[in-house]
């Protein structure tokens, strides 16, 4: 089981950057693939990006792609998600997942969320 808690979000200019982190629990962060959804009010929750256990493949939502960087850093129990460009639309709660199979772009493909943070963009 693991454990995780997203921080960073905030309230930021369209235009500009955030940097959000999922902190993960436990000694086994390593052996999950993870993600990064967004949720907006009214509207179903987003995949935005994907990235493998060894943090070496990626994957990424064409409303993001060329925006929004996913990493990892296994050493840290920590996922990343750097946002640049964003824009109104991408205001949102911002939640990270935990996967056991290599590979997931949907909900139903993870096991464990965060939380969530709140990202607004404003106009």
């Known amino acids: 089981q693991v454990q995780l808690v997203e921080s960073g979000g905030g309230l930021v200019q369209a235009g500009g950057s955030l940097s959000l982190s999922c902190a993960a629990s436990?000694?086994?962060?390593?052996?999950?693939?993870m993600g990064w959804f967004r949720q907006a009010p009214g509207k179903e929750r987003e995949f935005l990006a994907h990235?493998?256990?060894?943090?070496?493949?990626?994957d990424y939502a064409d409303s993001v792609k060329g925006r929004f960087t996913i990493s990892r850093d296994n050493a840290k129990n920590t996922l990343y998600l750097q946002m640049n460009s964003l824009k109104p639309e991408d205001t949102a709660v911002y939640s990270c997942?935990?996967?056991?199979?290599?590979?997931?772009?949907?909900?139903?493909?993870?096991?464990?969320w965060g939380q969530g943070t709140q990202v607004t963009v404003s106009s």
């Open positions: 436990g000694r086994t962060f390593s052996s999950y693939s």
């Open positions: 997942a935990a996967s056991r199979s290599g590979y997931a772009a949907t909900s139903s493909g993870y096991d464990y």
């Open positions: 990235i493998s256990k060894s943090g070496i493949s990626t």
